[in-house]
């Protein structure tokens, strides 16, 4: 493998659900996306890349935000995976719980913690012996892999919890080249913010696809959209101190989730 240091940049935001459950909470991102299935049990949405092919923030940076978003805001994990010039990395977000990552420099030198990756490991019910070996052969030095070859060994691991990339979906490849192989899979679909104020289409009621969501009926909605506006609120005030528009777009994705939510219960009493 070659250990130059990659010259491009982009992402891909792995989902482990269904397209169909993955669509109405992706719209409230407010980024064009195309969105298409990886594998039986996972979706993948692969981002137009603005941000960060405008120089406004890191891609990691902003994956994290958006991972973070999408994942405190449905009940199913994602893994956003980012790659540029420097480095290349994953971060896996779940529930309210921290997000874990890992990278490497563009040589494939390890650069993250040991124990983010076996935390990793415990959150996606990998095999705590044969898997986690793998990934822990992914933290040592090896000079024959650079940082996307680092990124495919990870994938590799992860078709056990059947993640299934769609050919031309491959650590390392330009945003535009990610786009195309993404547009010609049959089952591709755009992810596109409305541009209007009304909640998008396929979001309130829809129970069948996030049990907590308004509409669902459950009582833990209420509580949840509390707690979203309660950690939304102070995430978004962060992330515009720090001038990171990916924690930006997640504080408030969780204020405008939580509220939607609270005004539902407001509306629609139980009996």
């Known amino acids: 493998m070659s250990t130059e240091a990659p010259q491009a940049t982009g992402a891909l935001l792995l989902c482990r659900t269904a ?18 299935r990886a594998g039986d049990d996972w979706s993948v949405l692969v981002p137009e890349g603005s941000p960060w092919l405008r120089g406004a923030e890191p891609v990691d940076r902003v994956l994290t935000g958006w991972a973070t978003a999408l994942a405190v805001s449905a009940p199913w994990p994602v893994l956003a995976l980012w790659w540029d010039p420097d480095r290349a990395g994953y971060t896996l977000a779940s529930g309210f719980r921290r997000p874990v990552g890992y990278d490497w420099l563009a040589n494939g030198t390890p650069a993250g913690e040991d124990e983010a990756m076996r935390t990793f490991a415990a959150r996606l019910g990998l095999d705590p012996v044969l898997d986690t070996q793998a990934l822990d052969r992914l933290t040592k030095p090896d ?57 998008p289409p396929g979001v309130v009621g829809t129970s069948r696809l996030i049990p907590y969501l308004p509409g669902s ?55």
């Open 19 to 36: 397209p169909d459950a993955v669509a109405p909470v992706a719209h409230l991102l407010r980024e064009r996306m195309l969105l298409t």
């Open 143 to 199: 000079p024959a892999s650079d940082a996307p070859a680092r990124l495919r060994a990870l994938l590799a691991v992860l078709t056990r919890p059947g993640i299934v990339l769609p050919p031309g979906l491959t650590p390392g490849t330009p945003t535009a080249r990610l786009l195309d192989a993404a547009h010609a899979r049959p089952d591709a679909r755009t992810i596109e913010w409305p541009g209007r104020h009304e909640t």
């Open 217 to 271: 009926g459950d009582p833990r909605a209420r509580t949840l959209a509390l707690a979203q506006v309660a950690v939304g609120l102070p995430l978004a005030t962060w992330g515009v101190r720090r001038h990171s528009l990916g924690w930006v777009t997640a504080g408030l994705l969780l204020v405008a989730h939580g509220a939607l939510g609270l005004t539902y219960h407001l509306t629609h009493p139980r009996d």
